[in-house]
């Protein structure tokens, strides 16, 4: 089979899928997924983007299960550790 050929039951097809975990796992997740974005110098409303666009599957679920607030609050709080410019986190 040619690499060019299309194959629609590709079984090596990438497919993204969630699973349930422990207590205090989905929090963890997104201040480590915030701390690392603050930490290549995104500022509060690159990072809050990555929570409103349902694009992004894993941080979608967090700011559809744990609210705005909560995810304004995080991403303000690791920018301030972090020392990255704050400014007013407007919703898309």
């Given at each position: 089979?040619?690499k060019d050929?299309?194959?629609?039951?590709?079984?090596?097809?990438?497919?993204?899928?969630?699973?349930?975990g422990?207590?205090?796992q989905?929090?963890?997740?997104?201040?480590?997924?915030?701390?690392?974005y603050?930490?290549?110098?995104?500022?509060?409303q690159r990072l809050?983007?990555?929570f409103?666009?349902?694009?992004f599957?894993?941080?979608?679920r967090?700011y559809?299960?744990?609210?705005?607030a909560?995810?304004?609050?995080?991403i303000?709080?690791?920018?301030t550790?972090?020392?990255?410019?704050?400014?007013?986190?407007?919703?898309?």
């Amino acid at each position: 089979m040619p690499k060019d050929e299309f194959v629609a039951e590709d079984p090596l097809e990438l497919v993204g899928m969630v699973l349930p975990g422990d207590a205090g796992q989905l929090e963890r997740m997104a201040e480590t997924i915030v701390e690392e974005y603050a930490r290549m110098g995104w500022d509060e409303q690159r990072l809050f983007t990555l929570f409103i666009h349902p694009l992004f599957m894993a941080t979608h679920r967090i700011y559809l299960q744990k609210g705005e607030a909560y995810v304004k609050d995080l991403i303000r709080h690791t920018c301030t550790r972090y020392r990255i410019p704050t400014a007013e986190v407007k919703h898309a």
